[in-house]
């Protein structure tokens, strides 16, 4: 079957690092995207993963093992407006754009 | 450059009856696929659209289907409505997935329905 799991919520301080997880099984595997969405909007993409290691974009990485199912999302020098959900989502196959959506973390950012 | 709009921004209706939901994808892109996001929960797939035929379909029973014009704008149309379905509805536009290798699907702002 489908499935990807991910923390439910997660509570960090400001300037520091966070590491959300997600790991996944899938019938097929073509792509691992992070989105963010702030409550009651639409969400946004992060990052995508299609290979093994680390993709990096600012103070956002994210890394993908496929031969262990398994993704994380690093977020660096968090700010309040980090505090949001975080969305994995895989992607089954090319030539699609079916993803299959975690039900993503909800991450607090304190000061 | 307009990004993805939906309307309505909110739409209360009651069990049974009927809805009909917009989207205008971005400029450029040709595809449009719709999810379904209860509270607390990941988008989950409806179906997708591209040169005016469904492409692809989700877990959704028939209850639920679309439409794409000539100008790639989308409807979702939702019949017999239950309470269950009280959801954000989010359209998300891209590039023809076959005909390019880009990845990145924008969504828009969603439509909050309640059945009450």
């Known amino acids: 079957g489908q499935n990807i799991d991910q923390p439910t919520e997660m509570t960090a301080t400001e300037g520091a690092i966070v590491q959300i997880n997600c790991t996944y099984q899938?019938?097929?595997?073509?792509?691992l995207f992070w989105y963010q969405q702030h409550a009651g909007e639409a969400p946004t993409f992060l990052s995508y993963?299609?290979?093994?290691g680390l993709e990096e974009k600012g103070r956002f990485s994210s890394f993908l093992s496929r031969s262990k199912g398994y993704s994380y999302l690093l977020l660096k020098e968090l700010q309040m407006k980090d505090s949001a959900s975080y969305l994995c989502?895989?992607?089954?196959?090319?030539?699609?754009?079916?993803?299959?959506f975690g039900t993503g973390t909800r991450l607090k950012v304190l000061a | 450059d307009a990004g993805v709009t939906q309307s309505p921004t909110h739409l209360i209706k009651t069990r049974g009856q009927q809805v009909t939901l917009r989207c205008s994808p971005k400029?450029?892109?040709?595809?449009v696929s719709w999810y379904q996001q209860a509270l607390g929960q990941g988008p989950q797939f409806i179906f997708q659209?591209?040169?005016?035929?469904?492409?692809q379909r989700g877990n959704f029973p028939d209850r639920f289907s679309g439409h794409q014009f000539p100008n790639y704008s989308s409807e979702l149309n939702v019949n017999a409505l239950l309470l269950g379905d009280s959801a954000l509805y989010l359209c998300?536009?891209?590039?023809?997935?076959?005909?390019?290798?880009?990845?990145?699907?924008?969504f828009g702002p969603g439509t909050r329905l309640t059945v009450l």
């Open positions: 998300a536009s891209s590039l023809n997935p076959r005909a390019t290798r880009n990845n990145e699907q924008f």
């Open positions: 899938t019938s097929g595997f073509n792509g």
């Open positions: 993963n299609v290979l093994d």
């Open positions: 989502a895989v992607r089954e196959a090319i030539g699609t754009y079916k993803y299959i």
């Open positions: 400029s450029g892109h040709d595809t």
């Open positions: 659209y591209y040169e005016e035929e469904e492409r």
